[in-house]
């Protein structure tokens, strides 16, 4: 028979096994909340071991972990912070994004680049952000969101690149020049050409780059070649880097002429480039400069040789130097031939 006292008995029971474990759960809850502000304060410690730990510990937190790790943003220790941005990142929480454009603006720049870094890991939610600080009143922040902005890959934000190409900052519009050929931004080349004519030769020469890496279009090769006369050395260099990565064969005359430059520099390009476009008329001035250039030119030399290919006059250069100081090179260049003639020559000196 069931008594009074076994009904309450088996209530209290009941609701006593109820309180246990709602204890339980809020126990381990209290329990996670404060691991993680102890895993926190580990953050920017000296011990690189237990930083690094309490990263990664802190990124299997996820979402639960954001809010303590956005306060940590606003610490004076620099290696807090960057350590909080870096997990941040990993998160990929959206909450994070206008905590970390904050950090675009700090007094130290390896902080300012982790929050950038941050944000690119975060992604589209984080790009729009980053687009409208190249409008910033603070050169650092434009410089920054013009440098990070192809790691989004989005190559529809063309226009505000076009337009920060035309800031009073030399390194602003020298990083907008190199984002616009990372993207590959449509309708590039005219904006490009003008960058070309910058007074800094560093824009010049990430335009010069950044054509070579669009240069399939139409015009962005008759700029490359004006650009070889360029009274900058490293402008001149990235055009002939450019147009060899481009293959046109337009410009092989204009490269021939480099291979008698004093600048070892533009001739070892020049060689390269030729070597890229397969131009079989600069097989015998190649030739020519392998018996008078020093060592590293004659190095280009052969692994020029050995792209363009086709010729016979190749094989005898390239065997003689396998028994000198550009032995690894010359091996190297045969490789690059492929042919059975090439194969014949490295199993002859047992390297096949």
């Known amino acids: 028979m069931v008594t009074g006292v076994s009904v309450f008995l088996f209530v209290w029971g009941f609701f006593g096994y109820f309180l246990l474990n709602a204890g339980v759960v809020c126990c381990v809850k209290l329990t996670d909340s404060e691991e993680i ?5 580990n953050l920017g410690v000296d011990d690189s071991d237990v930083r690094r730990e309490a990263r990664w510990e802190l990124v299997d937190k996820g979402e639960e972990a954001v809010k303590p790790l956005i306060s940590k943003l606003d610490s004076d220790d620099a290696k807090v912070v960057k350590d909080a941005a870096w997990v941040l990142g990993r998160v ?13 603006g700090d007094e130290y720049t390896s902080v300012a680049k ?15 952000a980053l687009l409208e600080q190249l409008g910033s009143d603070c050169v650092e922040r434009r410089r920054l969101a013009a440098w990070f902005l192809p790691d989004f890959m989005d190559s529809g934000i063309g226009d505000a690149l076009f337009e920060a190409l035309k800031d009073p900052d030399v390194l602003v519009r020298r990083n907008a020049a190199r984002a616009v050929g990372l993207l590959d931004v449509p309708d590039a080349v005219g904006a490009l050409g003008v960058a070309l004519k910058d007074d800094d030769w560093r824009v010049r020469q990430w335009a010069a780059y950044s054509l070579g890496l669009i240069s399939r279009r ?12 360029d009274e900058s050395r490293h402008v001149e260099f990235a055009a002939i880097v450019a147009l060899g990565d481009n293959g046109s064969r337009s410009a092989v005359d204009r490269l021939l002429t480099r291979l008698g430059s004093d600048d070892g520099l533009i001739v070892c390009g020049a060689v390269k480039a030729l070597g890229n476009i397969g131009a079989r008329r600069a097989v015998d001035p190649l030739l020519e400069l392998y018996r008078v250039g020093d060592r590293f030119v004659r190095g280009e030399v052969l ?5 363009i290919g086709g010729s016979s006059m190749v094989y005898p250069v390239l065997e003689e130097a ?19 003639r090439a194969l014949r020559v490295l199993e002859k000196h047992g390297l096949a």
């Open 92 to 104: 990929e929480d959206p909450r994070a994004v206008e905590p970390l454009v904050e950090l675009l």
């Open 218 to 229: 139409t015009g962005a090769t008759r700029g490359l070649i004006r650009a070889l006369g």
């Open 322 to 340: 396998l028994g000198g100081e550009l032995a690894e090179t010359a091996e190297v260049a045969l490789g690059l031939l492929g042919t059975s």
């Open 37 to 41: 502000l102890d895993l926190s304060e």
């Open 303 to 307: 692994l020029a040789l050995a792209r």
């Open 114 to 128: 982790r929050a950038a870094k941050a944000l690119v890991r975060i992604g589209e939610e984080a790009l729009p």
